[in-house]
């Protein structure tokens, strides 16, 4: 699905006309590629993260000159006065990040926190990140990482994905990071060598980008969509060289036969990625009961069912990830889906909930709540919503389907261990639930 105000933005006259009425201009972002390292990062501030993260930093591949990423360690502002080195640092820097840059401010978790004071100070970087990221502009973004005491070292997987062009379309995103073990890959390029991930709804859409990634990354991936998408679902599994798996998840014995799959084909697997999800908006009044009942089967209680198999047959490996699909929508709400929004909250409640319970297992999960993204769900909206989804986010434009399968596959990591009970947006930091 093309954007042709985007592709008419980037064309001499319509660059021109962009500027002179003030319209949105949608810049191009920088995504994944090999050889598209980012240049060289400032990092500044005096917490207990900074030194762990020059190390980091000092590992990671750099090219090219001026600022592209900028990175400042606030764990160490104790009350509201320190907040100053904020300004201090970042004003004099701001301004000189190269497009598609990328700004990480690095916090203590508040909630973690031994006084009021610095639980307040710590609690406001939130709202400085958050307004960066919608000011920075030109396909520049702002995160916030909370890192727990003693997961000073587990933060490496989360600053690769943050500083990349693996995340151009995240943002504003405050992201919390625990202590546990790290699982460091030989290759960071392919982190997922030797492991079975499972991908439900991979058939087409953004199934298909989740497949296609997390093969990149080395998997062997198992497609999995109904019997009705076999032949679509063939062809993933084939581009992908992984294995097709037809199965409808609402049926009674689907979880049966999937616990079955894994223990006969596989002993067990790795990754599992709930995104199949199904829309049937009506507003409530006008909404059949099939409509409310199936949307809420296929998005939230499918899940439920997977995830409680796959946790009492063990059925997940060591260090093994669940990574399910919300939605902005579940977070903010959206007229005519009262049944797809309250799927799609649960779901968000279902990562909370079990977080706990999943770490006890040495598993984590998460969730991802892309906005608007180009596919053909999008592509059937009325055109007025649909340009008003694709340009209210700070950067003006869609997401593809492979934004967020490279988010999945940050979550999906084994050197992801301390990243579990996250809900990451990939909205382009959405004006909606903002
Ligand atoms: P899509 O309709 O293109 O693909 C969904 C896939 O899920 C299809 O291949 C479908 O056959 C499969 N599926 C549906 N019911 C199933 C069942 N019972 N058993 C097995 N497979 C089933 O949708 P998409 O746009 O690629 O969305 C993927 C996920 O992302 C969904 O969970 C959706 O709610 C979520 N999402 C999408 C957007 C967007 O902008 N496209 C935004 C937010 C969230």
């Not at 319209?23 to 990092?43: A, H, I």
Request: proline content about 5%; aromatic content about 4%; some cysteine.
């Amino acid at each position: 699905m093309t954007d042709r105000y985007a592709t008419f933005a980037h064309s001499g006259a319509g660059r021109f006309l962009v500027k002179r009425l003030g319209l949105p201009d949608p810049p191009k972002l920088r995504r994944y590629g090999l050889g598209n390292e980012f240049g060289p990062v400032t990092l500044g501030g005096s917490g207990r993260l900074a030194e762990p993260t020059r190390h980091i930093l000092d590992k990671l591949p750099t090219a090219g000159e001026g600022t592209s990423a900028v990175v400042f360690d606030a764990s160490g502002i104790a009350d509201s006065t320190g907040l100053g080195a904020l300004y201090d640092f970042f004003h004099p820097v701001i301004r000189s990040v190269r497009p598609s840059g990328r700004v990480i401010v690095l916090g203590a978790p508040p909630e973690l926190c031994t006084s009021a004071r610095e639980a307040t100070a710590q609690r406001a970087l939130e709202g400085f990140v958050r307004s960066l990221g919608k000011e920075i502009g030109r396909g520049s973004t702002a995160q916030l990482v909370y890192v727990a005491p003693g997961a000073e070292e587990a933060t490496e997987s989360t600053l690769r994905f943050l500083l990349s062009g693996r995340s151009a379309y995240v943002s504003g995103q405050v992201i919390r990071i625990g202590p546990a073990a790290v699982d460091v890959p030989d290759d960071w390029d392919r982190p997922l060598v030797g492991k079975t991930a499972i991908v439900t709804g991979a058939a087409r859409g953004i199934g298909a980008a989740i497949a296609g990634v997390l093969t990149r990354e080395g998997a062997h991936v198992v497609c999995l969509d109904v019997p009705a998408a076999g032949e679509d679902l063939s062809r993933v599994a084939n581009e992908n060289k992984g294995t097709a798996l037809q199965l409808d998840l609402t049926a009674e014995d689907a979880p049966r036969r999937l616990a079955d799959f894994i223990a006969t084909r596989h002993v067990h697997a790795d990754v599992f990625v709930h995104n199949a999800g199904i829309t049937r908006d009506k507003t409530l009044g006008k909404m059949s009961a099939e409509q409310w009942a199936s949307v809420i089967d296929v998005n939230l209680a499918s899940q439920e069912r997977i995830n409680d198999v796959l946790l009492a047959e063990r059925l997940l490996g060591d260090n093994g990830r669940i990574v399910a699909v919300s939605s902005v929508s579940g977070i903010a709400g959206n007229r005519g889906q009262t049944n797809y929004a309250t799927s799609k909250a649960g779901v968000i409640g279902l990562v909370q909930a079990t977080a706990g319970a999943v770490a006890e297992h040495g598993l984590t999960i998460n969730a991802v709540a892309p906005g608007f993204i180009e596919t053909k769900m999008t592509a059937a909206m009325p055109m007025f919503l649909r340009e008003s989804g694709r340009r209210l986010n700070s950067l003006a434009q869609g997401g593809l389907p492979v934004d967020v399968a490279e988010t999945i596959a940050w979550l999906a990591s084994p050197a992801s261990g301390g990243v579990n009970g996250n809900v990451v947006r990939v909205c382009g930091q959405s004006l909606l639930g903002a």
